[in-house]
Nanobody, 121 residues
Framework: QVQLVESGGGLVQAGGSLTLSCAAS????????MGWYRQAPGKQRELVST???????NYVDSVKGRFTISRDNAKNTVALQMNSLKPEDTAVYFC???????????????WGQGTQVTVSS
C-alpha cells in the first residue's frame, strides 16, 4: 500500500503565497508522474500541474507564472509553491502520484486526502 500525506494548505489573502507538500510512503518501487489537482465547490476536479521523473513540468494556463512544482525523487515528495494567489485559486488541492510497487508491477494512480486552500479578497 502507498500513503500520501499532504500539508501546507490554509487561509491567505489575495496576493499571498502558500506551499503545498506531499510525501509518499509505503511499498514504492518507482514513481512516474507526480502532480496536483484541485476542486472548487460545485466544480469538477481539474489538473493544476504535473512533473515527470525527469523534471519536465506542465501547468494549467491559469497558474502559469505563479505556481511552481518541484519533486525530490530520493524522498518521494512533491511540492507546489503558489505565489500571487487569487480568490479563484480557492479549492481543495489533491496530490496525485503514479506509483509502481515492483519492477513488473504497473503504475497505479494514488491520491492524497486533499488540503484546503482559501484565498480571501
Amino acid at each position: 500500500q502507498v500513503q500520501l500525506v499532504e500539508s501546507g494548505g490554509g487561509l491567505v489573502q489575495a496576493g499571498g503565497s502558500l506551499t503545498l507538500s506531499c510525501a509518499a510512503s509505503g511499498t514504492i518501487f518507482s514513481i512516474n508522474v507526480m502532480g496536483w489537482y484541485r476542486q472548487a465547490p460545485g466544480k469538477q476536479r481539474e489538473l493544476v500541474s504535473t512533473i515527470k521523473r525527469d523534471g519536465s513540468t506542465n501547468y494549467v494556463d491559469s497558474v502559469k507564472g505563479r505556481f511552481t512544482i518541484s519533486r525530490d525523487n530520493a524522498k518521494n515528495t512533491v511540492a507546489l509553491q503558489m505565489n500571487s494567489l487569487k480568490p479563484e485559486d480557492t479549492a481543495v488541492y489533491f496530490c496525485n502520484v503514479q506509483v509502481s510497487g515492483g519492477r513488473l508491477s504497473p503504475f497505479i494512480d494514488r491520491w492524497g486526502q486533499g488540503t484546503q486552500v482559501t484565498v480571501s479578497s
